[in-house]
């Protein structure tokens, strides 16, 4: 069992005009991780930020870089996001045909290796890699794009990733991401996630970043809901 709940704050619905601001005030917030999401224009549709962001990340915090690689071939990159600071890297199973030499290489280079499932992707997919994964990412959107609504089937599914765990005895983060809000956090907490990605509800929070995170951080911990 991990004990507090994990926020990793995905720079995705940042404005990137100030995106070191943005970073700093997810930190000031209490985001516990900084979460920057690669798509490539062929795995996803959306092309989005590489190496250099990450780079940039890393000056602007020294929090850990969660960095999801929604892109095809993520073998040919994992050097290239090691030296740019990235302290975990998570591929689509989807996008390996060699997950496990993927997965093995990632910590080979000295990085926390991750591994997320799209919606129509059973848990089962990760059986046979789980001791080497440090997380285990379930999309509860389709990835492409943040502010989209969570998918309800996610939740039976989380709690399949979490019998997985359990019945391994392994220590993996079992992480969400797609949809997370002050209501769908709880209810995925409640089906068995303990890290939990969210871009729209931090960066674009009507009171700011600082009250996103805080907002979620009560609704995962209701003990500081007076505080
Ligand atoms: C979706 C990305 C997510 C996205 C989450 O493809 O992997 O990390 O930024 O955005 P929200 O929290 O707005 O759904
Ligand atoms: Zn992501």
């Given at each position: 069992?991990?004990?507090?709940?994990?926020?990793?704050?995905?720079?995705?619905?940042?404005?990137?005009?100030?995106?070191?601001?943005?970073?700093?005030?997810?930190?000031?917030?209490?985001?516990?991780?900084?979460?920057?999401?690669?798509?490539?224009?062929?795995?996803?549709?959306?092309?989005?930020?590489?190496?250099?962001?990450?780079?940039?990340?890393?000056?602007?915090?020294?929090?850990?870089?969660?960095?999801?690689?929604?892109?095809?071939?993520?073998?040919?990159l994992?050097?290239?996001?090691?030296?740019?600071?990235?302290?975990?890297?998570?591929?689509?199973?989807?996008?390996?045909?060699?997950?496990?030499?993927?997965?093995?290489?990632?910590?080979?280079?000295?990085?926390?290796?991750?591994?997320?499932?799209?919606?129509?992707?059973?848990?089962?997919?990760?059986?046979?890699?789980?001791?080497?994964?440090?997380?285990?990412?379930?999309?509860?959107?389709?990835?492409?794009?943040?502010?989209?609504?969570?998918?309800?089937?996610?939740?039976?599914?989380?709690?399949?990733?979490?019998?997985?765990?359990?019945?391994?005895?392994?220590?993996?983060?079992?992480?969400?991401?797609?949809?997370i809000?002050?209501?769908?956090?709880g209810?995925?907490a409640?089906?068995?996630?303990?890290?939990?990605?969210?871009?729209?509800?931090?960066?674009?929070?009507?009171?700011?970043?600082?009250?996103?995170?805080?907002?979620?951080?009560?609704?995962?911990?209701?003990?500081?809901?007076?505080?």
């Amino acid at each position: 069992m991990h004990g507090r709940s994990i926020l990793s704050a995905s720079i995705l619905a940042a404005d990137f005009t100030d995106l070191g601001g943005a970073v700093r005030a997810a930190e000031s917030g209490g985001a516990d991780w900084i979460h920057i999401d690669v798509m490539d224009g062929h795995f996803v549709p959306a092309l989005t930020m590489g190496p250099v962001v990450v780079e940039a990340c890393r000056r602007a915090t020294r929090l850990p870089l969660d960095v999801h690689l929604m892109v095809e071939h993520p073998e040919t990159l994992l050097a290239a996001f090691r030296d740019a600071g990235s302290d975990a890297l998570t591929v689509h199973v989807e996008a390996c045909p060699h997950l496990y030499r993927t997965l093995e290489t990632i910590r080979d280079l000295g990085m926390k290796p991750g591994a997320a499932l799209n919606p129509g992707t059973p848990v089962s997919a990760l059986e046979e890699v789980l001791p080497l994964l440090d997380r285990i990412l379930v999309m509860s959107v389709n990835p492409g794009a943040y502010g989209q609504p969570f998918l309800e089937s996610s939740l039976s599914k989380l709690t399949r990733a979490r019998g997985l765990r359990e019945a391994a005895g392994s220590d993996v983060w079992i992480e969400v991401d797609g949809g997370i809000t002050p209501e769908t956090a709880g209810r995925a907490a409640a089906a068995g996630a303990e890290a939990f990605v969210a871009a729209h509800a931090i960066f674009q929070h009507p009171q700011g970043i600082e009250a996103g995170v805080q907002s979620l951080r009560r609704a995962l911990e209701p003990s500081l809901a007076s505080a």
